[in-house]
């Protein structure tokens, strides 16, 4: 696949601290007690030693961050070696998999005379300015992907986290769907939608991808706290099982402080992606019951990112 563009600022920005719920940078430990002391200390780390524990999980994030390229081509390598799927049919995307009224907008989108207002008449939209709604997979492929997800997450190939924010969850690369599944359906299928809907951040110019499945469940993680992509434009997928609650909530671009934000919730509804911009500010509401399983499709633009990375906001030097 094309390289997934990585900036300098990934080696210490944007530590998230689980016990405080809060994104840190860390740069020495000198410019770690001046900028974020006194904020700790207000959400309760008050000693010596919480504040030793919190430096320990920030230098062991950092160190995660710098072998991660490795580990992560082991996992794959291991995992091709000792795991066999149950349903090898889902590792190759076809159209079948696809809903009908998805493959009626790519159509559109490719017809020589689509424009964004065209395309706004036939996509759902929702209370959050550029934030669409449309079906994606049929009811069929997502009942196999999720049997193929759970047979994967309870085999004993070894497993990486999709980011410091889940504790569960898949990283699609590694288990092998990459080159036969998600490169061709953000190329093929969703490149189309996205060069109409957000030429203006990216859209037009999505050239690789980081592909994941998060997994909320009643004695795993509830919920996601408020945050931004590592990318210029993203789908999430709902791809089921049963669950109550679990709304996404979105609030504004990254820019904008959350004391002048309002969030507004945009419902998951099974099958179904909501596209939205990477930095537009979101988090995902507790479930209440059952288990939840989203597909999400972080995409990028390598020609936006040689300008400004999406995490740090800086021109991005590569690593
Ligand atoms: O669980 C969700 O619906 C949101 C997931 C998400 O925003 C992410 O993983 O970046
Ligand atoms: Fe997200």
């Known amino acids: ?64 961050r710098q072998h991660y390229a490795l580990k992560s081509a082991e996992r794959a390598a291991t995992i091709k070696e000792i795991y066999t799927p149950l349903h090898q049919h889902v590792y190759y995307l076809q159209e079948s998999f696809l809903d009908p009224e998805f493959l009626q907008l790519v159509k559109y989108c490719t017809s020589t005379d689509a424009t964004m207002e065209g395309l706004m008449n036939l996509i759902q939209t929702e209370a959050v300015p550029r934030v669409f709604r449309f079906p994606v997979f049929r009811k069929e492929f997502c009942k196999d992907f999720i049997e193929e997800l759970e047979h994967f997450e309870q085999s004993d190939a070894p497993k990486g986290r999709p980011n410091t924010m889940n504790n569960y969850g898949i990283l699609l690369n590694e288990l ?6 998600i490169t061709p359906l953000r190329e093929v299928y969703l490149h189309p939608l996205t060069a109409l809907l957000y030429s203006d951040c990216g859209g037009s ?5 980081k592909a994941f499945v998060v997994k909320y469940a009643m004695r795993e993680d509830l919920d996601l706290s408020y945050h931004y992509d590592n990318a210029e434009v993203t789908l999430n997928v ?23 934000t309002e969030c507004v919730e945009v419902k998951h509804h099974v099958t179904e992606g909501l596209l939205h911009r990477g930095q537009h500010m979101h988090g995902a509401l507790p ?31 590569s690593s």
């Open 176 to 181: 092998g769907f990459d080159e036969s599944f």
């Open 287 to 317: 479930i209440s019951s059952g288990t939840r399983w989203n597909l999400i499709i972080w995409m990028r633009a390598s020609r936006e990112m040689n300008k400004l990375c999406p995490m740090c906001g800086l021109i991005s030097v």
């Open 205 to 209: 110019c999505l050239d690789s991808h």
């Open 238 to 260: 709902s791809l089921g099982k049963d669950f109550t609650e679990g709304n996404l909530f979105f609030g504004d671009m990254r820019q904008v402080p959350l004391s002048e």
């Open 1 to 64: 696949m094309e390289r997934f563009y990585t900036c300098s600022c990934f080696f210490s920005d944007n530590i998230f601290l689980e016990e405080y719920k809060l994104h840190v940078r860390f740069v020495s430990e000198n410019q770690f007690r001046k900028d974020y002391q006194n904020i700790l200390r207000s959400l309760g780390c008050v000693s010596e030693s919480q504040f030793r524990d919190v430096l320990g999980k920030i230098h062991a994030e950092i160190e995660r």
